[in-house]
């Protein structure tokens, strides 16, 4: 962050860095600047170079500062990969007077009640010791909905009959704690479909099949650095085309 501000700092015109850089730099090592100092420190000395810039240099200028804005807006998302495995669901037994389609949902879906209750999801959380910032400012309920968002199911695609096949994803800011998560809600899915079909009693069964297991998400899927930098640049110029057309508009009158 030191490293992002003295380089907002170098925005602002010669004169005011030679009279001013010094004491600021000094100012710096005091208080250990956070993101939002500077954001402060760029927007002035852009109001400053403004205010002197002609057209020709206000238009990129402004696509540069867009495009580090974004940037350092980038540095300030929180990293999140994405670990993911398939699964398939196939109907052994279906209760009489039932469609084999609507049973199998149904038995999924009971699956997924299981390993998503709040005892199941406290118990990898503890294990793994998950969000634990969350957990230091909020609730253990809060901590548990927060997983649920993080957990998802995706249906893939029907490999006959009436399988059913889905992807099973959970994100966190740690890759490997990630596919390790994964790998347990996969394991317990496999212990759920039990559960489940002895609660039916026998009316119901299903074989549970992991087609793909918990990957090791390579890349994070937030934030997008790349596109958030392209954006910020088309933005900027886009704003200093605008302000150079209003800035001669001004003067013809």
Not at 53 to 63: E, I, M, Q, R, Y
Not at 119 to 145: C, F, H, M, Q
Request: net charge positive.
């Amino acid at each position: 962050m030191r490293r992002l501000m003295r380089f907002a700092v170098k925005l602002y015109p010669a004169a005011w860095r030679a009279r001013y850089g010094g004491e600021f730099e000094a100012l710096l090592e005091d208080i250990g600047p956070v993101g939002r100092d500077v954001w402060n420190v760029m927007g002035g000395a852009l109001k400053m170079q403004m205010q002197t810039w002609s057209s020709w240099k206000l238009v990129p200028a402004l696509g540069v500062a867009g495009a580090m804005a974004m940037g350092v807006a980038s540095l300030m998302i929180q990293t999140e990969y994405v670990s993911s495995g398939v699964m398939r669901v196939t109907p052994m037994k279906i209760p009489e007077g039932e469609t084999p389609g609507r049973a199998t949902a149904q038995h999924v879906d009971a699956m997924r009640s299981k390993v998503l209750s709040r005892a199941s999801l406290l118990t990898i959380i503890a294990g793994e010791n998950l969000y634990p910032r969350e957990r230091a400012k909020t609730t253990l309920e809060d901590t548990v909905d927060q997983m649920r968002r993080d957990v998802q199911f995706w249906p893939v695609s029907e490999h006959g009959g009436y399988s059913a096949a889905f992807e099973l994803s959970f994100r966190y800011p740690d890759p490997y704690k990630a596919q390790r998560v994964t790998r347990q809600l996969i394991s317990q899915m496999v212990d759920a479909n039990i559960l489940v079909m002895m609660e039916a009693k026998g009316e119901h069964s299903a074989q549970v099949e992991v087609l793909d297991p918990a990957s090791l998400p390579r890349q994070a899927i937030l934030p997008n650095r790349p596109v958030m930098i392209v954006v910020g640049l088309t933005a900027g110029l886009l704003l200093g085309l605008a302000a150079a057309g209003v800035r001669r508009w001004c003067r013809a009158r």
